[in-house]
Every structure is written in C-alpha cells, then in structure tokens.
C-alpha cells in the first residue's frame, strides 16, 4: 500500500482537489486498494473548514467525486504515515520540512517541477486543474 499526502497551504483547494482527483484516478485504473490518499495543510489558517466552493465546483465540472472534510494542518507525528508527502509549491516544501523537523527518507517532493498556482489567490481553477491532472497522471505513471 502506498500511501500519499498531497500538501499546500490552506487545505482548502489544491491538496484536497489533488487528493480527490488522484483517488478518482486510481479508482479508474482498479488500483484503490493499492493506495491510501489524504491531503494536509501547512497553516492553521483554514483548519476546520470544508473544501472551497470554487474547488467543489470545479470537481463537479469534472465528474470528480468528493466527500466533506475538514483542512487540516500538517503535523510533525504525520511523518512516519505517509510515503510521499507531495507539495503544491516550493514554499510547501519548506514549510513541511520545519514542521517535520527535517526530511532524512527524502519524503518531501513536489508534485510538478514547478509551482502550482494559489487559486485562492487566483481565482483560476481550470489551470490549477489542468496541472493538478498532469503532475498526478505523471507521478502515478511510475506505478503502473
Ligand atoms: P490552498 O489555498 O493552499 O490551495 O488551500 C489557500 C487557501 C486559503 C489560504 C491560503 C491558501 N488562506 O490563507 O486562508
């Protein structure tokens, strides 16, 4: 079983749009069983609150299923759970890092090799979607 925490700042929209879109993926080629997927935060900032309703809206644009949830922050005990904590951006990275007090099993990467952009701040989620969709199709590609 692999499992995989997808990473960003608020968990509010890119990690869990990440999270979902990568269960609906390996669902789509019979691999549920083979991976445990969840999706933390970096900041306190939005902990507690459900996905943001642009990111649901996009979801369901996209025929993604999703369930409520609550962001949660990224904690150091998380480090051991996962395999693959997969960031949003650089700042992610390091954020993750001090959170984890350091990373000696290399676990902390990013999903693309390049920043994805805050929606939040954007307002753009069909590009956040599009790269979401292409760093997890490449990231899965290693599986199959
Ligand atoms: P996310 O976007 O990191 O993709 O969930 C954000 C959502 C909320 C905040 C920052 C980023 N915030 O500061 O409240």
């Not at 789509?28 to 939005?46: A, C, L, N, Q």
């Not at 990111?55 to 949830?69: N, S």
């Not at 990467?109 to 292409?134: H, K, M, N, S, V």
Request: aromatic residues 14%; contains cysteine.
């Amino acid at each position: 079983m692999y499992k995989i925490c997808f990473v960003c700042l608020g968990n509010i929209c890119r990690s869990p749009m990440a999270e979902f879109i990568c269960k609906e993926m390996v669902r789509k080629k019979k691999k549920s069983h083979e991976f445990y997927i969840v999706s933390r935060g970096t900041s306190y900032e939005e902990e507690g609150n459900d996905v943001y309703p642009s990111a649901k809206r996009k979801l369901r644009e996209e025929g993604i299923p999703f369930d409520e949830r609550s962001a949660t922050r990224l904690e150091k005990e998380d480090y051991e759970q996962y395999d693959y904590f997969l960031c949003m951006e650089e700042r992610n990275v390091s954020n993750a890092i001090r959170i984890f007090e350091g990373d000696p099993k290399n676990k902390v990467i990013t999903l693309l090799d390049r920043d994805i952009a805050d929606p939040w701040y954007t307002g753009d989620f069909d590009i956040t979607y599009q790269e979401l969709q292409e760093g997890i199709q490449l990231f899965l590609s290693q599986f199959d």
